[in-house]
């Protein structure tokens, strides 16, 4: 017998053996779980009300009261591993998946359907140990080895020896995004949700890079964008650099600030505004500043936009255009509304509309259709297509603004720029560019 051939048996036999080993689930016939290998053999006995699926090599084992359809209601979760070994008998109301190592458990009230609603939590191993006890109201998962935590209705963040890397000095901190959070100290409801406060920025080693003395809060590229008494301000290592004397801020990108105060003029009863808190105003004014706290475009605009490629969407005089960063005119102040981009071949189109009609321009702000249609359909950009309907029928242009197809489809599908789907009436067939038939 060759090497090749014994190996080829050896495998299969392991095969075999693995196969066996796999835990099914059983019910006996008072209706309770167990598990059997595949030889049915039965390897835990059916005492349990519900087992889960085995998840990451284990599976929650469960006794309680159970649903109409059979999951658990009310009751207590322990851990089975896939070699049918019971490594924590069921005394948690709430056993979570396992994150890498450690897994969450909770003991307290639960809701039916056995999530939690108040009591604590803590974590285990998976030999079944608990290595974090149960303090906690409430405990998220490790994030670069450390967890979000409350502790006697504060939060704060641990290491997984309980050593406290960010103290308990907040009534809420939110998940960590780019190695920053945004703290919060004030009230909250039962589900730690903010309510009436102030709020600050964290980075992850818990340094305050921004107290939590502010109504809003955000940091960005070394600079602290703050909101108080419902003004905006820009402060950079502690220094003020613009002195809360705008309504607030709508964007930021290439070192510009876009900023607007509300004023009192031309009231528009039938699109009312409202402020970031709820309260209406009439109008507002548009400007852009720098970080050096500069007025580097002048409050001029009615509305304002900024497309985070050094232009701007601004609305002047009742019609939109679009600006520089120098506050020159890219594109002419001739439209009714021109619409934030939309995704398409890697780059982002635009469309316009002027006098009820539909037009479509580059992120540059070069035209590719007039505005002369009823709809457009920038979906299928990706093919360089673009679907047009005027009178309810339907054609393509490229992104050229050539005709592709002609205007008297009822339905178009594009497959790419050489195939469509179309429908006149009760007919649908493929064309291609040329509008010649095609399979």
């Known amino acids: 017998m060759t090497t090749k051939t014994?190996?080829?048996?050896?495998?299969?036999?392991?095969?075999?053996?693995?196969i066996s080993q796999k835990l099914i689930k059983f019910k006996s016939e008072d209706g309770k779980v167990g598990l059997k290998d595949g030889n049915d053999k039965i390897i835990l006995?059916?005492?349990?009300?519900?087992?889960?699926?085995?998840?990451?090599?284990?599976?929650?084992?469960?006794?309680?009261?159970?649903l109409d359809y059979g999951a658990p209601k009310q009751g207590v979760f322990g851990l089975v591993n896939d070699n049918g070994e019971v490594i924590v008998e069921p005394?948690?109301?709430?056993?979570?998946?396992?994150?890498?190592?450690?897994?969450?458990?909770?003991?307290?009230?639960?809701?039916?359907?056995?999530?939690?609603?108040?009591?604590?939590?803590?974590?285990?191993?998976?030999?079944?140990?608990?290595?974090?006890?149960?303090?906690y109201k409430r405990a998220n998962r490790f994030y670069y080895g450390i967890c979000k935590v409350n502790l006697n209705g504060k939060v704060g963040y641990i290491d997984s020896t309980e050593n406290v890397v960010i103290p308990f000095n907040y009534d809420h901190i939110t998940s960590f995004r780019k190695g920053l959070a945004t703290t919060f100290v004030g009230t909250t409801d039962d589900k730690g949700n903010t309510l009436e406060g102030k709020y600050g920025v964290i980075d992850i080693s818990g340094k305050e890079l921004i107290p939590a003395i502010y109504d809003r809060a955000n940091y960005t590229d070394g600079f602290a964008f703050v909101v108080n008494n419902n003004k905006f301000g820009l402060l950079k290592d502690g220094d003020t650099?613009?002195?809360?004397?705008?309504?607030?801020?709508?964007?930021?990108?290439?070192?510009?600030?876009?900023?607007?105060?509300?004023?009192?003029?031309?009231?528009?009863?039938?699109?009312?505004?409202?402020d970031d808190y709820g309260n209406e105003i009439v109008e507002r004014k548009y400007g852009f500043v720098d970080t050096?706290?500069?007025?580097?475009?002048?409050?001029?605009?009615?509305?304002?936009?900024d497309l985070r490629n050094k232009l701007s969407i601004v609305k002047k005089d009742g019609y939109y255009?679009?600006?520089?960063?120098?506050?020159?005119?890219?594109?002419?102040?001739?439209?009714?509304?021109?619409?934030?981009?939309?995704?398409?071949n890697g780059e982002y189109q635009m469309r316009t509309f002027k006098d009820?009609?539909?037009?479509?321009?580059?992120?540059?702000?070069?035209?590719?259709?007039?505005p002369k249609y009823d709809r457009i359909n920038l979906s299928y950009y990706d093919s360089g297509i673009i679907v047009v309907?005027?009178?309810?029928?339907?054609?393509?242009?490229?992104?050229?603004?050539?005709?592709?197809?002609?205007?008297?489809?009822?339905?178009?599908?594009?497959?790419?720029?050489?195939?469509?789907?179309?429908?006149?009436?009760?007919?649908?067939?493929?064309?291609?560019?040329?509008?010649?038939?095609?399979?």
């Open 45 to 66: 006995s059916p005492i349990y009300d519900y087992i889960y699926d085995f998840n990451r090599g284990f599976a929650k084992i469960f006794i309680g009261d159970t």
């Open 389 to 439: 309907t005027n009178d309810e029928k339907k054609g393509c242009v490229n992104s050229k603004g050539e005709i592709v197809l002609p205007i008297e489809f009822d339905y178009i599908s594009v497959y790419n720029e050489n195939k469509f789907r179309v429908t006149i009436g009760e007919k649908t067939y493929f064309v291609n560019s040329k509008g010649e038939k095609i399979e």
């Open 356 to 370: 009820g009609k539909y037009g479509c321009i580059e992120p540059n702000g070069k035209v590719i259709l007039e």
């Open 292 to 305: 050096l706290g500069n007025l580097v475009i002048p409050m001029i605009y009615d509305d304002a936009i």
């Open 91 to 135: 005394k948690y109301n709430h056993i979570y998946n396992f994150n890498k190592t450690w897994a969450r458990v909770f003991i307290g009230k639960t809701y039916d359907g056995c999530n939690p609603i108040d009591g604590k939590y803590g974590f285990i191993d998976k030999s079944g140990k608990e290595v974090i006890q149960l303090n």
């Open 6 to 18: 014994l190996l080829t048996i050896a495998f299969l036999i392991i095969s075999l053996s693995s």
């Open 321 to 344: 255009g679009i600006i520089n960063r120098a506050g020159e005119t890219i594109l002419d102040f001739s439209y009714d509304k021109i619409y934030q981009p939309e995704e398409g």
């Open 241 to 274: 650099i613009i002195n809360f004397i705008y309504d607030g801020a709508k964007g930021y990108a290439y070192g510009i600030i876009l900023v607007y105060n509300n004023v009192d003029e031309n009231t528009d009863d039938n699109n009312p505004i409202y």
